[in-house]
T-cell receptor, first 112, second 112 residues
Framework: NAGVTQTPKFQVLKTGQSMTLQCAQD?????MSWYRQDPGMGLRLIHY???????DQGEVPNGYNVSRSTTEDFPLRLLSAAPSQTSVYFC???????????FGQGTRLTVV | GQQVMQIPQYQHVQEGEDFTTYCNSS?????IQWYKQRPGGHPVFLIQ?????EVKKQKRLTFQFGEAKKNSSLHITATQTTDVGTYFC????????????FGAGTQVVVTP
């Protein structure tokens, strides 16, 4: 039982490049989220999903896309990377609405 | 919109001392959750409080949920170096789908 798995762990992108951050969970959780963490700002919600085919925006969705084709996977796409997207990204999943969140190990992204 | 605030932002503690960190929500919460993130790590769930006035203990950690279910506190007694990290509180948003709203966290530094 791996829990929530994120790849890659580290990534450096050039401004304007696109990439996909992968997130997979093996706990059969319906609820999945993407957060970004910046110093002094806590965890800010980027996008959210309540099940396959259903996604919603969080606090800071601009510049990011998501899709949820399966229960297990919830990839986050950066369309055209900008230095302001330099951050640590965490994927999380929950079994119930508003319940305990299980986090992945995080992806440390630097955009130069 | 709904906000969750934590104070203090930083806490320097001498090993063996006690301290308390506070969490305040702008709206009534159905539950409050606490997470701990070690330096370089990912947030890990500690506890969830649901009932008004609820108090739960985990060894040297005491968690309390306010009577109005809008505030919470985490008290650590006899701080140890293993308590180093950032402590986040989080509550489900009331507007839609129970997305978790995180506070900015309290970063705890322990001096031996």
């Amino acid at each position: 039982n791996a829990g929530v798995t994120q790849t890659p762990k580290f990534q450096v992108l050039k401004t304007g490049q696109s990439m996909t951050l992968q997130c997979a969970q093996d706990m059969n959780h319906e609820y999945m989220s993407w957060y970004r963490q910046d110093p002094g700002m806590g965890l800010r919600l980027i996008h959210y999903s309540v099940g396959a085919g259903i996604t919603d925006q969080g606090e800071v969705p601009n510049g990011y896309n998501v899709s949820r084709s399966t229960t297990e996977d919830f990839p986050l796409r950066l369309l055209s990377a900008a230095p302001s997207q330099t951050s640590v990204y965490f994927c999380a999943s929950s079994f119930l609405r508003g319940s305990e969140a299980f986090f992945g190990q995080g992806t440390r992204l630097t955009v130069v | 919109g709904q906000q969750v605030m934590q104070i203090p932002q930083y806490q320097h503690v001498q090993e063996g001392e006690d301290f308390t960190t506070y969490c305040n929500s702008s709206t009534t919460l159905s539950n409050i959750q606490w997470y701990k993130q070690r330096p370089g790590g990912h947030p890990v769930f500690l506890i969830q409080l649901v009932k008004s006035g609820e108090v739960k203990k985990q060894k040297r950690l005491t968690f309390q949920f306010g009577e109005a279910k809008k505030n919470s506190s985490l008290h650590i007694t006899a701080t140890q170096t293993t308590d180093v990290g950032t402590y986040f509180c989080a509550g489900p948003r009331t507007d839609s789908w129970g997305k978790l709203q995180f506070g900015a966290g309290t970063q705890v530094v322990v001096t031996p």
